[in-house]
């Protein structure tokens, strides 16, 4: 079975900080994609990857980034955390011949 | 501008009836179609795909039917289940590079099958 672990199921912070999420999948997937899911809004695109330190924009880039150092792993930043980041974020892999993506269990995070 | 829409957020069914679930799309060049099924505080999770050269696709009780000339597709259940209750997001793969395969969500129904 695949696996895409998210580091935290949910998340508290403040205004301003710097935030990390991180996420790690066991299928030696080529790609890697950041999603956040908000009520009426559906899942949205932040970032995706489709190899080691290459990283592509999504459709809601602003305010994020992203890092891949390492294939197994994606990490989404949060530069200055702002309460409208407020949502639920879902990471995702997927190998470059299918099109199916293996979700995570998402990271709920509140920014107060 | 949302290339994927799911008009409808909230469906609800009764245990053993059918429950038929719509998506519509925009863009012409999407060549791939899934169906995922999400719960509360968990990722969504794969439930049935169907490519654009064909107009059905069945899996047990989900199958699947595409219009590509009305842009139109949609889930059905049968029969619908408890446990079916879920979110339901429609998905169109968008090719990216020709190594990439980026998914476009919709914006999700929410299904709630009565006892």
């Known amino acids: 079975d695949v696996k895409v672990t998210q580091s935290s199921r949910y998340l508290v912070k403040r205004t301003g900080e710097k935030v990390f999420l991180e996420c790690v999948q066991d299928?030696?997937?080529?790609?890697m994609f950041w999603y956040r899911q908000d009520p009426g809004l559906g899942l949205r695109l932040i970032y995706f990857?489709?190899?080691?330190?290459?990283?592509e924009k999504g459709d809601i880039p602003e305010g994020y980034s992203v890092s891949r150092e390492k294939k197994e792993r994606f990490s989404l930043i949060l530069e200055s955390a702002s309460t409208n980041q407020t949502s639920m974020y879902l990471c995702?892999?997927?190998?470059?011949?299918?099109?199916?993506?293996?979700f995570g269990q998402g990271t709920r995070l509140t920014v107060v | 501008d949302q290339q994927v829409k799911q008009n409808s957020p909230s469906l609800s069914v009764q245990e053993g009836r059918i429950s038929i679930l719509n998506c519509d799309y925009t863009?012409?060049?999407?060549?791939?179609f899934l169906w995922y099924k999400k719960y509360p505080a968990e990722g969504p999770t794969f439930l049935i795909s169907?490519?654009?050269?064909?107009d059905k696709n069945e899996d047990g009780r989900f199958t699947v039917f595409l219009n590509k000339s009305a842009k139109h597709l949609s889930l059905h259940i049968v029969p619908s289940q408890p446990g079916d209750s879920a979110v339901y997001f429609c998905?169109?793969?968008?090719?990216?590079?020709?190594?990439?395969?980026?998914?476009?969500f919709g914006t999700g129904t929410l299904l709630a099958v009565q006892p």
């Open positions: 995702a892999s997927s190998p470059p011949s299918r099109v199916l993506a293996f």
């Open positions: 299928m030696d997937h080529e790609n």
């Open positions: 990857s489709y190899d080691v330190k290459m990283k």
């Open positions: 863009n012409s060049m999407f060549d791939y």
């Open positions: 169907i490519s654009s050269i064909k």
């Open positions: 998905a169109a793969r968008a090719a990216y590079g020709g190594a990439t395969n980026k998914l476009i």
